[in-house]
């Protein structure tokens, strides 16, 4: 055998990772032989994801770093074996695992060999594969295993748009996909051991949640943030997570401290209008790097932008557009803060709900609204081609020139757009009022977030 071809053997061997180690890895994050944490329990996210396995596809699992994937998907694993599968049906494999060496479909193949050697499952295992975007390539193989129906693949991923943009290559009509975000108020509540179920309980519990929303808003609701004392420490981790690894390096950005800056501007000015034609100027980059880096922070779910209500697409893309953090809590740890931000961070928590419903209902859809006289209204709800819902937020309308700004500014819109009811969110009026044929309902942010 030529000695070239002896040290190309020598190198493969050298570089595939020793079986006897590869399941004690694999062995630390499945259910194989021990029970592993789950944590509590999100419906929300679980049931439309077992809706989705009896389909058949591969499915994915997107959101931002530490929202609850890893959690989700251990989750959607013990229900299966609930429902009968055995537990060597199901691997699980972590990327960010730092045991794992050489990221690449080589080791996709060596991991899925050294389970059904050592596992030896009988029926179709499925397969998890959590944070998936570290590996190279991992869309063909993932095609591979589907198409020649070897098992069921459920991939995780922090990118929305890398993962969009490889699945859209070879996987077009092959894959279901879902977004996870941190906890809703309803989650955030069950995480602290308390359960509303009507109006009735909110009644009976109502200075509790009020001052647990306060907390909401304040500290955010990423998972750990909301069980953990160390909240500021762990967000600034968080921040340094994505940062990092999701965006200097995944699109190996040589301007660290410019992205840095970015990501500081927007989250200082959460909930407001923004253009890329501002945000380069107030951080002396041009408009190309601005929203350039404004997509990787979008795309890597640290922010996201909200387009003004037009029947012309073009007047929509032109328009400026309204910015929200993924977490308020974040945004408040590395944004600047100030006092009297309550109304931006309301309308923020407003937005993140209306997100999470636009995650489970592809044809739901959200805008704000702005008329050329300046009026606003904060959003306006979309389903299909029916506009089904108008929505302002205010944080306190005790001042009459400020309730009757919000009223007029929502009134036009609700003209503009032909619909009969508006509603306006607040801290802690309710009501009703009229005003001609137009009705505007009064609601507090905990009732809506509960049971809208």
Known sequence: MPIRQNWRILFINYARMNKNELIK????????????????????????????????????ITGARRSGKSFLMRQLAKKITERGAEKNQILIVNFEDPRFVDLNTDLLDQIFETYQEFLRPKEKPYIFLDEVQEIDGWEKWARTMHELGKAHIIISGSNAKLLSRELATVLTGRHLDLTVFPLSFKEFLNFKNISIESELDLAGKDIEIKYLLKEYIENGSFPKVVIDGEKEKILLAYFDDILNKDLIRRFRIRKGEKIKSLIKFYLSNISSLTTFSSTRKFLSISINTAEKFSSYLESAYMIFFLKRFSFAVKEQEKSPRKVYAIDTGLANTVGFRFSGNWGKLAENIVFLHLKRKTAVNSNLEIYYWKDARHNEADFVVKEKTTIKEIIQVCWSIDDSKTKKREIDSLIKAMSNLKIENGLIITEDYEGEEFVGNKKIKFITLRKWLLFE
Request: hydrophobic share 45%; aromatic share 12%; proline share 3%.
């Open 25 to 60: 890895i694999l062995n630390d994050w499945n259910f194989w032989q021990k029970d592993i944490e789950t944590g509590v329990e999100r419906g929300l996210y679980l049931k439309p994801l077992e809706q989705m396995l009896k389909i058949g596809q591969i499915i994915l």
